[in-house]
């Protein structure tokens, strides 16, 4: 697995061991950051269950300025403090080992972006998301990546449901905040 493009562009990324991390495949990976490619520079982007960190290192290689990463597995957030350092985005990343649940509730920061691939079959999205929502800033995007059995609501608070893409056994679903929205 390697970044694709930008600064940090054919770097070669670690993922955790196992099976409980699902690296996000090059496909899709790259249509993701295709559709969002000009919402990059400057975002303030948020990994949630980074798992190797793929997406948020990806974003930060296209020119966002900030990134959180965070994942409640030991050997995951040491794969990201691995990936981050040797990309050279120490500096404008932070790793944190902590559930999502706990990060939302104490969190006060805001993102232009925020990736979320839980672990499949645990209805985990349905419960995220809304906590996830007052986080993200004005035309903020969520993009998750899911089991095509997740079923996921038209609209999270103010941000609907803009499209969705199934890539093989992978759905990916992207709520956007629009102006008319916000």
Do not use: W
Not at 47 to 66: K, P, T, V
Not at 83 to 99: H, L, M, Y
Not at 105 to 125: E, K, M, S, V
Not at 156 to 177: E, M
Request: proline share 5%; with cysteine.
């Amino acid at each position: 697995m390697r970044v694709i493009t930008g600064s940090a562009r054919g770097r070669k990324l670690i993922t955790p061991e196992g099976f409980d991390t699902r690296p996000t495949t090059d496909k899709v990976k790259e249509a993701i950051c295709s559709a969002i490619q000009f919402d990059f520079p400057g975002a303030h982007v948020l990994d949630l269950y980074a798992g190797s960190g793929q997406m948020g290192i990806e974003a930060l290689s296209r020119g966002a300025a900030h990134a959180v990463f965070t994942d409640s597995a030991a050997e995951a957030v040491s794969c990201v403090k691995q990936n981050v350092k040797a990309c050279g985005f120490s500096d404008i990343a932070e790793v944190i080992r902590t559930d999502a649940v706990s990060y939302l509730q104490r969190c006060t920061a805001r993102f232009d972006i925020a990736f979320l691939d839980p672990p499949y079959n645990h209805g985990i999205l349905q419960e995220i998301l809304p906590l996830l929502a007052p986080h993200m800033t004005k035309n903020g995007i969520i993009i998750c990546e899911h089991e095509p059995e997740c079923k996921l609501p038209q609209t999270i608070l103010d941000f609907p449901l803009q499209k969705q893409k199934k890539y093989g056994k992978i759905v990916i679903s992207v709520y956007r905040q629009t102006e008319e929205d916000a």
